[in-house]
C-alpha cells in the first residue's frame, strides 16, 4: 500500500505565498511523474504541475510564472512553491504520484487533498 500525505494548506491573502508538501510512503520501488492537481467547488479536478523523476515540468497556463514545483527524489516528496496568489486559485490541491510498488504493479495514487483559500 501507497499513501500520499499532503500538507502546507491555509488562507492567505491576495499576493501572498504558501509552499505545499506531499510525501509519499509505503510499499514503493520507484516513482514516475509526480504531480498537484486542484479542485474548485463545482469544477472538474485540473492539472496544476507535474514533474517526472529526472525534473522535467509541465504547468498549467494559469500556474506559469507563479508557481513552481520540485521534488526530492531520495525523501519521495513533492513540493508547489505558489506566489503571487489569486483570488481564483482558491481549491482543494492534491497530490498525484506514478508508483510502481515493490509487487511491481504500477499505480497513480492520489493524496487526500490540503485546503488553499485566497482572500481579496
Known amino acids: 500500500q501507497v499513501q500520499l500525505v499532503e500538507s502546507g494548506g491555509g488562507l492567505v491573502q491576495a499576493g501572498g505565498s504558501l509552499r505545499l508538501s506531499c510525501a509519499a510512503s509505503g510499499s514503493i520501488f520507484s516513482i514516475n511523474a509526480m504531480g498537484w492537481y486542484r479542485q474548485a467547488p463545482g469544477k472538474q479536478r485540473d492539472l496544476v504541475a507535474t514533474?517526472?523523476?529526472?525534473?522535467?515540468?509541465d504547468y498549467a497556463d494559469s500556474a506559469k510564472g507563479r508557481f513552481t514545483i520540485s521534488r526530492d527524489n531520495a525523501k519521495n516528496t513533492v513540493y508547489l512553491q505558489m506566489n503571487s496568489l489569486k483570488p481564483e486559485d482558491t481549491a482543494v490541491y492534491y497530490c498525484n504520484a506514478e508508483v510502481w510498488n515493490t509487487k511491481w504493479e504500477f499505480h497513480s495514487y492520489w493524496g487526500q487533498g490540503t485546503q488553499v483559500t485566497v482572500s481579496a
Open positions: 514533474i517526472t523523476s529526472g525534473g522535467i515540468t
